[in-house]
Structures are given as C-alpha cells and as structure tokens.
C-alpha cells in the first residue's frame, strides 16, 4: 500500500487510548445494536451517532425504530441509518439468511449484544415454561451466532472491532425471583471472557475489544421503574461504558452499580428481601396500570 493512502487510513481512525489498548473508532464504519428501539439500545444509537458511527438499528417494531433512526438523523446528518424489524426469539433458521445479508456490504466496527428481556417476577418452578424459553434465545443465542459471525469476518480480513455485550450485576450474584434471567446474563459474562482470551491466544485480543456490561437496574421499559440514585437514566450507560473501553473485560457502567455488585456477592440474602419489594411494587403497578388501560378504552 502506498505511504500516502497508509497514512489516510490512519487518519480516519480516532484512538481512544489507554495503557491497555485502544479502542478505534473507523470514520464511516458501522455499529449493529440489537433492541436498539428503546431503552438502552436506544440510547447507544444516539451516542453512536455522536461518534460518527453508521447505524443497524434491530428490534421488531417498525415505527419505533424508524423514530429512533430519524433522531440519529437529527443529532448527526452525516451518519446513515438502517432499520431491520425482526421478532428474534423466532428460530434462528428465519432470520439469520435477511441479518446477514443485510451486514454482508457493510464494513462493521461494533456490535452491541443488547437485545434482551426479562419475565415477570416469579419463582423458578412457578414460571411459565414459553417466556423462559424465549428469554434463553433472546438473551443468549441471538448473540452467540451474531458474534461468530462477526468475529469470523474480522479475523478472516483482519479487520478491527469492538463487541459490548449487555450481561448485568444480577448475572454475577444470582438474584432470585429471575432465576433464568440472571443465569442469561451469568452467561453472557462468562462467554465474553472465555472468548477475550482464545482471542488472546490468537493475538487479536487489541484488534478486537469485547466488553460484558453489567448494570443493575436502570429506568427502562423493561424495569418500569421510574429515575433514583440508584436508579439511572438509560443514557447514563453508553457514556459510563465508552470511559472504560479497554479495561477491564466486566465493566460496572454505574459505580453505584458496582458497589451494589460487590454488596450482594458479600450478603446474598439481602436479595430476598429487596427482591420481595420490588415484586410486591411491580405488581401493584402493574395491576393499576391495566385498571387505567381498561378505563382509557372504555371512555
Ligand atoms: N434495564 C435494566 O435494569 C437492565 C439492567 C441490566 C442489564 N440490562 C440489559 O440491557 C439490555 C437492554 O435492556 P433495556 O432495559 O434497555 O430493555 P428494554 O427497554 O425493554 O428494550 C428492549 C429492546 O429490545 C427489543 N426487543 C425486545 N424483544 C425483542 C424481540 N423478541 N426481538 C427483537 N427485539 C426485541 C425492544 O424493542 P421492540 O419492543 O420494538 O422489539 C427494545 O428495543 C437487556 O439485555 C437487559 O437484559 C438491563
């Protein structure tokens, strides 16, 4: 390759640099988030497009996606956006072919495992059995096969990448009532270690980053709980989680997140309680919440 064109292909990198490695940042280049219509999804697409990212946005409702790319559009004109509405707890074999066609053109540099849900709250053995089957391919598969196949393109052109995997504290201290929930999330965090050091072996670890996130709750569709200190705004997690891109491989996007980690792993009884809480609060919310529904339709 000539100097010069060397030389351009630098310059359109930014490094965000720390003593460890670096985390890159390919002008042009394009990030893939999955359930990136609401919630945390959400908000990484808009710091994504900050950061000059193209954007896949995936998640099954159309209009909702479409608003969320029409914003990326607002807060960066330059960026492009694609939109793919898909119900990925359907079985791999229907929507792997369109996923992957649809990345095939493109040059990717991120992917974010955000894509996730959680039942209601529940013993183990009282749990229906369709919701926790779903919750193991929403939480679990969709980002082992979307991974491998990320990883084999880069590896293959010998490209650069970030992965940030949405895993959470209740995947690292088992936190009853989600029993399957916080086991997908156990995984998640497992799995992207293991996979940091076989591509360690392979001396790609500082080509290709991986992160497992681990927030505790945060004020989203899925935990309905609204904003408190120990609470954030979804926002909070992509711009905590870009400061600590290159360290450790777990990251705590929250401190107060991460003390609450630590916590719970020292006393894990404590979770009983608090989980009983939040249960009996959900619950009244929700029941009020479907009162008020039933209202709205009859008026
Ligand atoms: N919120 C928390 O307290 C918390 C804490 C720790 C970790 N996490 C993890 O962070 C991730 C995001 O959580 P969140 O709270 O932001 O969730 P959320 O607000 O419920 O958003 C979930 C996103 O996933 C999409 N989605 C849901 N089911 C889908 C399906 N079957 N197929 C395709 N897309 C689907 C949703 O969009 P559509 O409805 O349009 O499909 C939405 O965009 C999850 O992996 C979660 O486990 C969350």
Redesign the pocket.
């Known amino acids: 390759m000539l100097e010069n064109e060397k030389k351009k292909k630098k310059k359109k990198q930014i490094f965000v640099v720390n003593d460890k490695t670096c985390y890159f940042v390919l002008r042009g280049s394009t990030s893939i988030i999955?359930?990136?219509?609401?919630?945390?999804?959400?908000?990484f697409a808009y710091n994504y497009a900050k950061q000059d990212f193209n954007l896949v946005l995936?998640?099954?409702?159309q209009s909702?996606?479409e608003r969320v790319a029409e914003k990326c559009k607002e807060i960066n004109p330059k960026i492009e956006t694609i939109v793919h509405?898909?119900?990925?707890?359907?079985p791999r074999s229907d929507v792997e072919e369109d996923i992957q066609s649809l990345l095939e053109p493109l040059t990717i540099s991120t992917l974010i495992?955000?894509?996730?849900?959680?039942v209601d709250l529940e013993q183990f053995h009282l749990q229906p059995e369709s919701p926790t089957f779903?919750t193991l391919?929403?939480?679990v598969k969709?980002q082992l096969w979307l991974t491998k196949w990320v990883i084999k393109r880069w590896v293959k052109n010998d490209s650069k990448g970030t992965i940030l995997n949405?895993?959470?504290?209740?995947g690292c201290v088992g936190i009853p009532y989600l029993a399957v929930?916080s086991s997908?999330?156990g995984f998640?965090d497992t799995w992207s270690r293991s996979v940091v050091l076989e591509l360690k072996h392979l001396k790609k670890d500082k080509d290709i980053v991986i992160h497992s996130?681990?927030?505790?709750?945060?004020?989203?569709?899925?935990?309905k709980?609204p904003v408190l200190p120990t609470?954030p705004h979804?926002k909070v997690?992509p711009t905590a989680c870009q400061r600590q891109i290159g360290t450790n491989v777990s990251l705590g996007p929250y401190w107060i997140h991460s003390l609450l980690g630590i916590f719970l792993r020292s006393f894990p009884s404590v979770s009983i309680p608090v989980m009983r809480i939040v249960m009996i609060i959900l619950t009244k919310w929700k029941k009020s919440h479907e009162k008020k529904k039933k209202k709205k339709k009859v008026n």
């Open positions: 999955t359930g990136s219509s609401d919630g945390i999804g959400e908000e995936i998640s099954r409702t909702k996606l509405s898909v119900d990925l707890t359907l495992n955000n894509v996730g849900m959680a779903k391919t929403l939480n969709v949405l895993s959470s504290v209740s929930y997908t999330k998640t996130l681990q927030p505790f709750f945060v004020s989203t569709s899925m935990t709980i609470v979804a997690i």
